[in-house]
Every structure is written in structure tokens, then in C-alpha cells.
């Protein structure tokens, strides 16, 4: 069937090429211009000022101000500073955190040690069958100890992007700080944070085209923080260890690129993910959209198909010269299945088939094309030698919403 | 993580499908886990004349069902009777741990389908095997 070595990168959740523009950036930073950013002399000064340009527009495309940022090593870092930086400097305020079921695990497993080792509650709030959390859900769980409110931007396995402005609205009006990660929302919606209504806003590079290795915590002055990392004295204490300067030019200069012609890459991308459900969804029977219909990352296509197990999809579509992940139990690194599709209530062995397919700047209409041709072939010869394939069978699991809107109810 | 000799019985499983009528039958797995595999044996003068499975799983579940497939047709009962999940991995020139546990269960759905077998033909039981 594919006789063509066509090769086709379908996963930018997972990470991104660098931009050779962003790369040319970073250039200078390596062998002339190696600085450390806290020396007095010339090439430390320079290193400085370049960390100091670079802080700038990362400010700029947030809205913020430029003693507002912190450069950190990877959006795991960012979170992890937001949410234990938070909570341990706010022990005489409180014990208590309000957070999802579906965040990143960067948030989740911070959240569980903080509760484990240091007392904190957490309250895991529920989403819905399309993976949205209620913003009134939030107001209900803030109490008099809450001290840190964190709710993922848009979720990395689905999509779906969370009323951020209303409930950062909410937390405001009772006082407590607001962290959003944003690491799959950048590049792809505003992440103006007064828009937003958030005290603290992570990032990471290495999803909009700059490398791996590099992130970013937003965090409002006047936000309750104490260092992870101590040591020097760097990034206004916030955050101790010789700056990557080179990295952190090339953080900047991606996420400036990548905000700039937002609205025509987001125009294109939405187009070519519409006709990837809407190819899925026509071509392939009982398959479930995951994640919400229309409130989700321009980016991000995700389904689950009764009866092909994740890891297989993927490993057929890797030999089709498609790149594209799952969160199937067999797929990830996990004892258990997706546990954000657990969360939206998806049918146990339905969520063992979910694919996922992410797309990105160097994506064309015929690399959907291509998809499109390939994966009903391989779902079809899945479900031949798969015991528990019984054509229509999704409709009995999903209520009757096999062409898939999760907000079905 | 996976072999080269996983990935190639992954893309090309063998003795696909199902045995109309089988001798013997067996089920192991949960969909729920992501691991469900069934196995149908023809037997003939005590050795698996043909096998078939069917899996729905990972590249591991599916590469183990096709290796155990290959190891047993047309072995003896007693051979067949005595293959273990360890040794379809090493065949496949081994398998991720995290895989051992969940994915490999070629051979113990094998050994479902041959006391399938045993229950109908009692007489046919290895004596070394007999409880």
C-alpha cells in the first residue's frame, strides 16, 4: 500500500524540530560568545545582555513584565517550582490544593508528594465526558486553606482547552494564586496572562521549535514563591544555577516567531486537523473523537478505536513513515491505562485503542492526505485478528455517539 | 525496546485467525488491560496438527501469540504442554520487562486451549501432566 518511503511527523505534542531560525539565534552563544551571564567583564556583560533581550520578549508575548520571568530548565521544571515553590512558602497560610484529574504528571506527581511528605490536601477535581473542567467546580473547592489553584491550559493527550480566564477569574476573587501549565498550549492560543486572569504560567521550549532542554515559569509579582533550586543567586533568587544562554536566546526567539503569525498558523492548522477527524471519523467505524469537538488545540487530534490496540496503531503507522503516539496502557510508561481518559469516563477497553495525532508548522493538506490513506487499512487489519472486534460494537459503550462529539451529554 | 525479530513477527504474525470447530480453546487476558489473546488448536495423533490465534494487544502480545504459534505446530502434545511464556521471550530474543508481565501470555493461553482439550479427552492428558 505504501510503496512510497513518505515520512510524516505527526507527534509535535511529543516535541518539535528546532527552527533553523531559532538555532541561528542561538549560534553566537556556544563558542564566541559563551559568557556567564553573572560576570563583570565584557563577554559576561554580553552573555547578560542577551539573556536580558531574550527576557524581554518573552515578556512581551505574555504581557507581563520582564523581572516577572523565570528561565528554568523544562516545563516539568516550571511546574514543579510553581506548585512546591507555592505550597512550602505558604505553610502558614494553609495545607490545601486545588488541582485536576487530567494534569500532566509533572503536576500530578508534584501535587502527590506535597500531599505524602508535607500534608498538603489535594482536591482532584472531575472533568467532563469531553475532558473540560467547571470553573464553578473550583469555586466549590477553594476554602479558607487553599494556597495554590492549578489547572492545565490545554491537555496534552486530548486537546481540550480549559476555561482558564473564568477560573483564574474565580481564584482571583478569593484570593488564591493561579498556575496554569500552558506547555501544549504555547504556540497555538494567547498566553496573555491578564487576559488569563494567572499568577504563574509554565512553558516549555522544546514544544514551539526551540530545543529541548529549556522552559519558562511566569510568575506575578507579589506571588507567594520560595526557590526549588538554591544555590547563586540567579534569576532574582527564584531559581539558582549558571543560565543557559544560549537556550534561553533560543526560547524567545521561538515562542516570538511562533506568536507572531499565530493567527494564520493557527487558521492552517485547524483546517488540516477538521479534515483529519473529519477523514478519521468518515472513513474508519466505530471511532470515538476523544477530547472536546470544537474547544481544543488547533493542533490536536485524538480518537480512540474500538477493538486496535494503541501500541499496535502506532507501530503500523511508524511503519507506514508516520510518527504519532497513544496513551494506551501498553503505549506508555504506565502500569494503568490514560488516566485522563479514565477521567472523562471513556470505556476501559475503548481507551485501550487511542491514537493521537499532533500537528505542526512543517505539515501539509498531503501529509493528512497520506494519513488518511494509510490507518483505515491498518485499523482494518487490527480488528481482523482482534478478539473482541465486533463491528457496532462502540455504540453500546458510548451511548450511541460513535462519530464522536465527547460532549455528547 | 523492542527486537528486531518482535517488530518483524509484529508486522507478519503467523497462524492468524481462527479453527472452525478446534479440538481445544483457550482465553487469557482482559480487554481492559489491553492484553487479549485466544488460541484454537486442531489436534491429530497427539500433536497440534494446526493452531490459530487471535490478539488484540501490543506489539509484544502479538509477536509472542505468532512465535508460540511457530514453536508448538506440530509438536507433540507433551512438547507443546511443557512450552513456557519465558521461553516464547527468549525466543523473540527477549521482551521489555514491563511487557513479561501483562503482554507475554501466549503459552498460558496455549495451555487454556490444550485443557480444553484434555477435558473432552482425558485419555489424551500426558501422564507426567495428569492432577
Excluded at chain 1, 551571564?37 to 505574555?62: H, I, Q, T
Excluded at chain 1, 539558582?240 to 524567545?252: D, H, K, R, S
Excluded at chain 1, 481507551?351 to 512543517?362: F, I, K, M, P
Excluded at chain 2, 521482551?95 to 513479561?100: D, G, Q, V
Amino acid at each position: 500500500m505504501s510503496s512510497d518511503s513518505r515520512s510524516v511527523y505527526m507527534d509535535h505534542a511529543a516535541t518539535t524540530s528546532v527552527d533553523p531560525r531559532v538555532l541561528e539565534a542561538m549560534m553566537p552563544y556556544f563558542v564566541q560568545g559563551y559568557g556567564n551571564p553573572s560576570s563583570l567583564y565584557r563577554l559576561g556583560r554580553a552573555a547578560g545582555k542577551a539573556m536580558d533581550a531574550a527576557r524581554v520578549k518573552v515578556a512581551e508575548v505574555l504581557g507581563a513584565r520582564p523581572t516577572e520571568i523565570v528561565f528554568t530548565s523544562c516545563g516539568t521544571e516550571s511546574d514543579n517550582l510553581a506548585l512546591r515553590g507555592t505550597a512550602l512558602a505558604s505553610r502558614s497560610r494553609g495545607n490545601h490544593i486545588v488541582t485536576t484529574s487530567v494534569e500532566h504528571h509533572a503536576v500530578g506527581n508534584t501535587c502527590a508528594q506535597l500531599s505524602r511528605e508535607f500534608g498538603f490536601e489535594v482536591t482532584y477535581l472531575p472533568v467532563d465526558s469531553a475532558g473540560t473542567v467547571n470553573p464553578d467546580d473550583v469555586g466549590r473547592a477553594i476554602t479558607g486553606r487553599t494556597v495554590l489553584v492549578s489547572v492545565m491550559y490545554a491537555n496534552n493527550e486530548v486537546g481540550t482547552i480549559e476555561p482558564i480566564a473564568e477560573i483564574g477569574k474565580i481564584a482571583r476573587e478569593r484570593g488564591v494564586p493561579f498556575h496554569t501549565d500552558a506547555v501544549q498550549a504555547a504556540g497555538s492560543v494567547s498566553l496573555r496572562v491578564n487576559d488569563l486572569n494567572v499568577d504563574m504560567l509554565s512553558l516549555s521550549g522544546h514544544k514551539f521549535y526551540a530545543p529541548k532542554g529549556v522552559g519558562v515559569l511566569y510568575v506575578r509579582e507579589g506571588t507567594p514563591l520560595q526557590p526549588v533550586q538554591t544555590g547563586g543567586g540567579q534569576e532574582r533568587l527564584m531559581r539558582a544555577g549558571t543560565e543557559n544562554v544560549p537556550y534561553i536566546v533560543g526560547l524567545a526567539a521561538a515562542l516570538e516567531l511562533a506568536h507572531a503569525g499565530l493567527s494564520a498558523e493557527v487558521e492552517r492548522l485547524c483546517s488540516l486537523r477538521d479534515k483529519l477527524i473529519g477523514g478519521i471519523l468518515g472513513s474508519i467505524p466505530d471511532v470515538h473523537l476523544t477530547g472536546h469537538p470544537t474547544l481544543r488545540l488547533p493542533n490536536s487530534a485524538s480518537f480512540a478505536f474500538w477493538g486496535a490496540e494503541g501500541e499496535s496503531l502506532v507501530l503500523h503507522l511508524d511503519l507506514a513513515g508516520v510518527a504519532a503516539s497513544s496513551g494506551s496502557a501498553c503505549a506508555s510508561r504506565e502500569e494503568g491505562p490514560s488516566h485522563v481518559l479514565e477521567a472523562m469516563g471513556l470505556d476501559a477497553t475503548l481507551a485501550q485503542g487511542s491514537l493521537r495525532l499532533t500537528l505542526g508548522r512543517e505539515n501539509t493538506e498531503q501529509d493528512v492526505d497520506y494519513v488518511l490513506s494509510v490507518l483505515p487499512g491498518i485499523v482494518r487489519k487490527l480488528r481482523a485478528m482482534s478478539p473482541i472486534y465486533v463491528p457496532d460494537a462502540l455504540r453500546q459503550v458510548t451511548g450511541g455517539s460513535v462519530r464522536g462529539t465527547g460532549a455528547a451529554e | 525496546m523492542y527486537t528486531d525479530l518482535v517488530i518483524e513477527h509484529f508486522y507478519n504474525p503467523r497462524n492468524v485467525g481462527i479453527i472452525e470447530n478446534p479440538d481445544g480453546y483457550g482465553k487469557v487476558g482482559s480487554p481492559v488491560c489491553g492484553d487479549l489473546m485466544e488460541v484454537y488448536v486442531k489436534v491429530s495423533n497427539g500433536h497440534i496438527a494446526d493452531v490459530k490465534f487471535r490478539t488484540f494487544g501490543c506489539g509484544a502480545a502479538i509477536a509472542s501469540a505468532s512465535m508460540a504459534s511457530e514453536m508448538v505446530k506440530g509438536q507433540p502434545l507433551e512438547v507443546a504442554g511443557h512450552l513456557t511464556d519465558e521461553q516464547v521471550a527468549v525466543a523473540l530474543g527477549g521482551l521489555p520487562e514491563a511487557k513479561m508481565h501483562c503482554s507475554n501470555l501466549a503459552a498460558t493461553a496455549l495451555h487454556a486451549a490444550l485443557e480444553n482439550y484434555y477435558e473432552e479427552h482425558p485419555e489424551a492428558r500426558p501422564s507426567e501432566q495428569a492432577e
